[in-house]
């Protein structure tokens, strides 16, 4: 629960995750939309049930036969947990918040 945290964590979210988690209240992209099986929505209550321990897990090794890939050698502990975090912020997007990750998608 610290804002820097949050903070830290949104670029990241930004390049790495958006393009296939997409921003909770926006339209997915072209990538997000081909996806088989499609990348869960991060702020839907089945992902928000997870302990943040599997959530860190997910994040690290990936998760085989979809294309969630393991960012255990990209991302060191800190930042994987800072993910963790922002995950857990996504029902709570601040619409600043939410301009900021459109942003991205807009430049795409």
Wanted: hydrophobic share 35%.
């Amino acid at each position: 629960n610290d804002p820097k945290a949050i903070t830290d964590a949104l670029p990241h979210y930004k390049e790495m995750c958006v393009v296939c988690h997409g921003v909770p209240g926006l339209e997915r992209s072209e990538i997000a939309e081909g996806l088989h099986p499609a990348a869960p929505n991060l702020a839907s209550p089945e992902i928000q049930k997870m302990s943040d321990g599997e959530l860190f897990w997910v994040i690290a090794n990936g998760i085989g036969s979809t294309g969630m890939p393991a960012f255990e050698h990209a991302d060191d502990a800190n930042t994987r947990w800072k993910i963790v975090s922002y995950i857990r912020h996504l029902p709570n997007l601040t619409a600043t918040e939410r301009k900021q990750l459109q942003q991205s998608e807009d430049e795409e």
